[in-house]
């Protein structure tokens, strides 16, 4: 599972506690072997299905995680008081966004976010261990 926050305040410790930032969760995908030989096999110019691209609801179907994947999620979430109708999804389902408060996600993940600047001036929410 790999998650990380969109939409960041102005970057202070404050701000970030403060605001809504989405939390965008991506599940394993099922048929990611499946997708890999596909990859190779239209790229391989001696391969007979050279250039035979997938459709993307092709891809779709691939990447999807499975049906006990995104069941265990959708409770886990459920069981930290974040409804299914809170979600938004990609076409695949694989990706999973949410809209919540830093803070509820410090309690969602058992950890401390803080608030990073880089050289360049950007801000950026990490857990602080």
């Given at each position: 599972m790999v998650m990380d926050f969109l939409n960041l305040g102005d970057g202070s410790r404050s701000s970030a506690r403060r605001s809504?930032?989405?939390?965008?969760?991506?599940?394993?995908?099922?048929?990611?072997?499946?997708?890999?030989?596909?990859?190779?096999?239209?790229?391989d110019s001696s391969h007979h299905r050279s250039g035979q691209h997938l459709t993307s609801a092709e891809v779709d179907e691939l990447v999807k995680p499975s049906d006990d994947a995104l069941e265990l999620v959708h409770d886990w979430l459920l069981d930290n008081g974040i409804e299914r109708h809170r979600l938004e999804y990609n076409s695949a389902k694989n990706w999973i966004k949410v809209t919540l408060p830093v803070q509820a996600v410090e309690g969602l993940l058992d950890t401390t976010y803080s608030v990073y600047k880089h050289e360049e001036g950007?801000?950026?929410?990490?857990?602080?261990?």
């Open positions: 809504q930032d989405k939390l965008a969760d991506c599940l394993k995908q099922s048929q990611f072997d499946e997708l890999e030989r596909h990859l190779y096999e239209v790229s950007d801000y950026t929410v990490r857990p602080s261990n």
